[in-house]
């Protein structure tokens, strides 16, 4: 590929929308693959395949940086002691047991959903269905109290069932963030548990994604495509922090119903343009 501005700047627009839309509920992959429709860069089909998936490596760095007290489970007092937190490891435990059905859904159907359902029609239809699905749920949350209100009160049996919920997230446009925040607050979770866990999930998935497309793609980089994967993932990097900060904000005070109204509308929108032949 040609390495020019227009490129570079391509590569820093798409890395501020993975860090926008990566942790809210509205589908990255989907906004990622829409942006590609109008803004395509340079790049081969196959670099490009594993580019949106690789980049979102540096919005889940930003998590890991931002919640490291509440991930990292061995705490340092000083250079002699050291105290191991087994709360945190029972969260990554059944992190592990989360990640089991969309681990396994991936490995049989990833080739599949790509050649299949990688298009404006599914992410349209996805978009609106999950858009809906928030507004349902919240409307009906406001009869209920949350059975789960801290992270540490997350049992096994709910951790798996989010995990069953992650799976629709293999589809194009279903948002992974919105489908376990989906699942979660269906079961009884509160708001600020269900995007917790959710940052949670994002580790090991994300790794484990970005492994198997760099794997495909053979590791091998030309200067040019490396330094875009580094642009890519540093600007994600940066816009997830502040996005990351929000979210927590907002959900503390409201509901996501608002992020149902914004699929919606996008969704509408994607189904038109397709029909007037412009995606």
């Known amino acids: 590929m040609e390495l020019n501005l227009i490129e570079i700047l391509k590569v820093i627009f798409l890395g501020i929308v993975e860090g926008i839309t990566e942790w809210l509920p509205i589908s990255s992959t989907g906004h990622m693959l829409i ?59 059944k992190v ?17 959903i790509e050649a299949h359902l990688h298009t404006p029609a599914v992410i349209a239809a996805t978009l609106i269905i999950y858009g809906a699905a928030f507004i349902f749920i919240e409307d009906w949350n406001k009869k209920r109290t949350p059975k789960t209100i801290r992270l540490s009160d997350l049992t096994y049996k709910t951790a798996f069932i ?14 992974r963030s919105g489908a376990t925040i989906i699942g979660a607050l269906l079961i009884g979770v509160s708001r600020v548990v269900a995007a917790e866990f959710t940052f949670f999930l994002a580790v090991p998935v994300m790794f484990g994604l970005s492994a ?60 038109g343009l397709a029909f007037a032949g412009i995606m």
């Open 96 to 112: 592990v047991v989360a990640c089991i059905p969309g681990a396994l859904v991936t490995i049989l159907f990833d080739d599949f």
């Open 212 to 271: 198997i497309k760099m794997i495909k793609f053979g590791l091998s980089f030309t200067g040019a495509e490396l330094f875009i994967l580094i642009l890519g993932m540093a600007v994600a990097f940066i816009v997830s922090v502040f996005v990351i900060k929000f979210l927590m904000s907002y959900i503390k005070k409201h509901d996501f119903k608002v992020f149902g109204w914004y699929r919606i509308a996008l969704g509408i929108l994607i189904l």
């Open 162 to 175: 989010i995990g069953l919920f992650q799976v629709l997230s293999i589809i194009p446009g279903t948002s």
């Open 35 to 93: 942006v590609d429709e109008f803004l395509q860069m340079n790049t081969s089909d196959a670099f490009k395949e594993m580019f949106f998936v690789v980049i979102q490596l540096g919005a889940i760095l930003a998590v890991v940086v931002m919640f490291w007290k509440k991930m990292f489970p061995f705490q340092f007092k000083d250079k002699k002691s050291s105290v191991i937190r087994k709360d945190i490891f029972s969260v990554w435990f």
